[in-house]
T-cell receptor, first 108, second 111 residues
Framework: GIQVEQSPPDLILQEGANSTLRCNFS?????LQWFHQNPWGQLINLFY???GTKQNGRLSATTVATERYSLLYISSSQTTDSGVYFC??????????FGTGTRLKVLA | NAGVTQTPKFQVLKTGQSMTLQCAQD?????MYWYRQDPGMGLRLIYY???????DKGEVPNGYNVSRLNKREFSLRLESAAPSQTSVYFC??????????FGPGTRLLVL
């Protein structure tokens, strides 16, 4: 099955800094999603992005399916961005494989 | 809209006890999922239901059963709980080939 690797595993930023999170996957994918898990454990979908580029406010994501990676950009980070960011992929339709996440802490 | 709801929020079981985790969604989604999340790890798919009346195994189905009661509800049953099933359980729903929306989770401790 698909292997999903995320980097870096941990990231500490000062408020206002920018960051790039990476998701590598071992096989071609039909679906790819980015999620944010806040410090209270709630999972929020950020992007559904099997290919191309999308932007939502300070967040944007790019998936290059032919190169088997996706990037999540966070600009002007805020303390509320803290938490864990997960990438999840499937080569089919339903069997998503999650990466182990990037744990982000934004300092005031 | 409540989105995806899960009950209970927290449960403690003794080894060998059984329980059912409930999940309901009000977004008219066809697809529903059950995941478990162990400390420091990503989510792993237990079972999914592509549409009402169908269920299929995910990555870690052993020790679990599911029922897609109707389009709204998807339950997860532990017939004989084991300490290895201590985890946080998340239910999710989506349209086919669409964004997944997650419930708040159920924290399960098996002693």
């Amino acid at each position: 099955g698909i292997q999903v690797e995320q980097s870096p595993p941990d990231l500490i930023l000062q408020e206002g800094a920018n960051s790039t999170l990476r998701c590598n996957f071992s096989d071609s994918v039909n679906n790819l999603q980015w999620f944010h898990q806040n410090p209270w454990g709630q999972l929020i979908n950020l992007f559904y992005i099997p290919s191309g580029t999308k932007q939502n406010g300070r967040l944007s994501a790019t998936t290059v399916a032919t190169e088997r990676y996706s990037l999540l950009y966070i600009s002007s980070s805020q303390t509320t961005d803290s938490g864990v960011y997960f990438c999840a992929c499937t080569s089919g339709t339903y069997k998503y494989i999650f990466g182990t996440g990037t744990r982000l802490k934004v300092l005031a | 809209n409540a989105g995806v709801t899960q009950t209970p929020k927290f449960q403690v079981l003794k080894t060998g006890q059984s329980m059912t985790l409930q999940c309901a969604q009000d977004m008219n989604h066809n697809s529903m999922y059950w995941y478990r999340q162990d400390p420091g790890m990503g989510l792993r798919l237990i079972y999914y239901s592509a549409s009402e009346g169908t269920t299929d195994k995910g990555e870690v189905p052993n020790g679990y059963n599911v029922s897609r009661l109707n389009k709204r509800e998807f339950s997860l049953r532990l017939e004989s709980a084991a300490p290895s099933q201590t985890s946080v359980y998340f239910c999710a729903s989506s349209v086919v080939q669409g964004t997944q929306y997650f419930g708040p989770g159920t924290r399960l401790l098996v002693l």
